[in-house]
T-cell receptor, first 113, second 116 residues
């Protein structure tokens, strides 16, 4: 099993462009989430989902949209990229309802110029 | 506000010496506590977790962590550091009162450098 996969690994966007970061997991996890990692700030939660059709905002949701049409996939959309969105993005998944650890994807390094 | 603090941005240790990476938290109730490690250009990997019971938790790669409820701390330890332990370490807390699945609050991260 592949675990959590993310594509692309790297992306460069111009200000104002839009794009979708893909995330998929094959562990049948109900919970999926997106984080951004910036130096000295740890990981900050952007959006999360507790199951297909259910999403909610995290700590830093502005400028990002998500949807969850299947258990496996949880794409993150940047509507109009800004330089402040330059970051490394991680998708993670886990089971719900107990002290389960999250499994992380390898990350997408995004640069917005 | 609920938060997790890792007071040291960087910890430097000589190979073979014991290491400690500190974590304290401010979260209501009895949260679940986690440590993750991140190697360069990689995602986070789970190391260990505290749920309940024995205050000393053992995890992957010889790491262990000590939970102290009165000090609201969860320090990561290893008796003998290896150069290959050099990485970025994150403490994370999941408040049990959350009914929002696996939502985690992360510390800022501590860069561990182990020199030969």
């Amino acid at each position: 099993n592949a675990g959590v996969t993310q594509t692309p690994k790297f992306q460069v966007l111009k200000t104002g462009q839009s794009m979708t970061l893909q995330c998929a997991q094959d562990m049948n996890h109900e919970y999926m989430s997106w984080y951004r990692q910036d130096p000295g700030m740890g990981l900050r939660l952007i959006h999360y989902s507790v199951g297909a059709g259910i999403t909610d905002q995290g700590e830093v949701p502005n400028g990002y949209n998500v949807s969850r049409s299947t258990t496996e996939d949880f794409p993150l959309r940047l509507l109009s990229a800004a330089p402040s969105q330059t970051s490394v993005y991680f998708c993670a998944s886990s089971y719900m309802g107990g002290p389960y650890e999250q499994y992380f994807g390898p990350g997408t390094r995004l640069t917005v110029t | 506000a609920q938060s997790v603090a890792q007071p040291e941005d960087q910890v430097n240790v000589a190979e073979g010496n014991p290491l400690t990476v500190k974590c304290t938290y401010s979260v209501s109730g009895n949260p679940y506590l986690f440590w993750y490690v991140q190697y360069p250009n990689r995602g986070l990997q789970f190391l260990l977790k505290y749920i309940t019971g024995d205050n000393l938790v053992k995890g992957s790669y010889g790491f262990e962590a000590e939970f102290n409820k009165s000090q609201t701390s969860f320090h990561l330890k290893k008796p003998s550091a290896l150069v290959s332990d050099s990485a970025l370490y994150f403490c994370a807390v999941r408040p049990v009162i959350y009914n929002q699945g696996g939502k985690l609050i992360f510390g800022q991260g501590t860069e561990l450098s182990v020199k030969p």
